[in-house]
């Protein structure tokens, strides 16, 4: 069903963004738009440990080669996000928050950065407001 709706929306040219289920098989996303993913998702379907952000990046560019995807947001919890595309790689900052639960976190990444890009913003413009 993935493909199908990737395979659709990219014939359409309509943007598809993921916030991918659990699992280390993300091959099923290959083509979408976008790609937004935590540091645990990233060290499981990048096959290292994600610490820091030399990890990250190394990631990031490994997951859009592998899976053809314009870009990749990686979600770091109080450290920010970072992004990788074709011409940005670089952690966006974040303004810590005390939360009693983080669930839904790469949901509101990803739900903001749809109705961003849909506007008309760029990658990088959406990401600096209140990951």
């Known amino acids: 069903m993935c493909r199908e709706i990737i395979d ?6 309509v943007k598809v963004l993921v916030d991918p ?3 280390k098989d993300f091959s099923k ?6 790609l937004v993913v935590n540091r645990l998702e990233t ?3 990048s096959g290292s440990e994600v610490k820091g952000i030399e990890d990250v990046a190394a990631a990031a560019k490994l997951l859009r080669r592998r899976l053809n995807l314009q870009a990749v947001v990686v ?12 011409g940005i790689s670089e952690i966006i900052p974040t303004r810590p928050r005390s939360v009693y639960d983080v669930t839904g ?5 990803c739900a903001t950065l749809a109705t961003a890009l849909a506007a008309g ?3 990088k413009r959406p990401l600096i407001w209140q990951i």
């Open 8 to 13: 659709s929306a990219a014939k359409a040219g």
């Open 21 to 23: 289920a659990v699992g």
């Open 29 to 34: 996303y290959a083509g979408a738009t976008v």
């Open 43 to 45: 060290s499981a379907v």
């Open 75 to 86: 979600t770091l919890d109080k450290e920010g996000a970072y992004i990788e595309t074709d």
């Open 105 to 109: 976190a790469g949901d509101m990444v």
């Open 121 to 123: 913003c760029d990658y």
